[in-house]
């Protein structure tokens, strides 16, 4: 009886034949989770970890985005130094597949069924040549607005619509005296902020178009120039202090009420959640104005390299967690993300959690889910720094029109791919 349960218990952990004596406890993961709400987030997995006796190797490289993490990893990597798994993005995924650096675990994606409950938006980016070299731990989506609820009721302000209502709203605050839109002048967050402007001015099928198929009329059409002239309007209301801050300094405004709105992905939320502020009656979460119905997504996945054997066992561990239904639940409630499954209840997560699981599901179905270019879901990471480069650029008056803006990007995209 007792062997059964135990055998019953090694096989619902998903260890089951692959635990010996002489496996490597523990789990060495590179990411770049270092805010107060990305560290609440991690701290999920590392609790669900220990509990099944594995010890945590942190590997945290700053820098939201993960520019620096990616830096870093490339570094490891080369040394033969393999982590048990690294966040990654999209694109990064499939190149370092390409390499044949990733592990396979495929067999534990077929005892835990990931071929039906990851959608195929993330399999396309998790599965390489039909092995499963990552796990997908969240969706998260960049066309959001995240704006602190007593500044909006100072200025009397509503849900803006359309473009033209946010700059009526940012207008309202700059007249109050309250710094309208909170901004981390680092060239990825300009470039996330960017995504949204992209499909609010041209549309989804124009997002589709310019951001995920580069095709050059539409990157270098008027409605390109035209995000790029609604891209200089909005910096118009950033304060003078942007250059280089952090996004979660930049959030931190918003929470403070020091500044009205960030336009940022959902890990925003997380800190909203660190900082215990709730949707609805501290802060509010609205689509990024004219992109209702759509979603630009964007997916951590944590990269499953070929460790040793002896620490292949950890990697199942943490593939295995990470993709149960609890842990997608727990830590997408404080990270701000939706779970990578379709089968996870939103029950335990609040208003903005629950719309974006909502949103997600109604924009996959209606063909609106696109994935982010700034957040390496759109184009392989060459052509994302291009493009993240040309949008800073411009941001910080290297680039002075949008003609130029457009003739640089259609240019530096070119010389990338
Ligand atoms: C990641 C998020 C992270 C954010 C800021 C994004 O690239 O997908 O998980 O919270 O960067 O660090």
Redesign the pocket.
Known sequence: MLRKLLIGTALASGLAFAAHAEDVKEVQMLH????G??AAALNVLKGDLAKEGYAWKDVPVA????DAAMTALKAMVAAGNYPTAS?M?GYTVLDYAAAGVMGDLTETAKKEGWDKSVPAALQKFSVYDGKWVAAPV?V?SVNWLWINKAVMDKIGGTEPKTFDDFVALLDKAKAAGVTPLALGGQN?QEATMFDSVVLSTGGPDFYKKAMNDLDEESLKSDTMKKSFDNLAKLVTYVDPNFSGRD??LATAMVIKGDALVQVM?D?AK?EFHAANKAPGTDFLCYRFPGTDGSVIY???MFGMFNVPEDRKAAQIALATATLSKSFQSAFNVV???VPARTDVPDTDFDACGKKGIADLKAANDGGKLFGSLA??YGAPPAVANAYKDVVSKFVHGQIKTSDEAVTELVKAIDDAK
């Open positions: 770049w989770w270092t805010s709400g990305e820098g939201g985005g993960g966040q993005l969240n998260h990825w996004w979660n992905g890990w997380g964007n997916s951590d990270k701000g993300s957040q390496g």
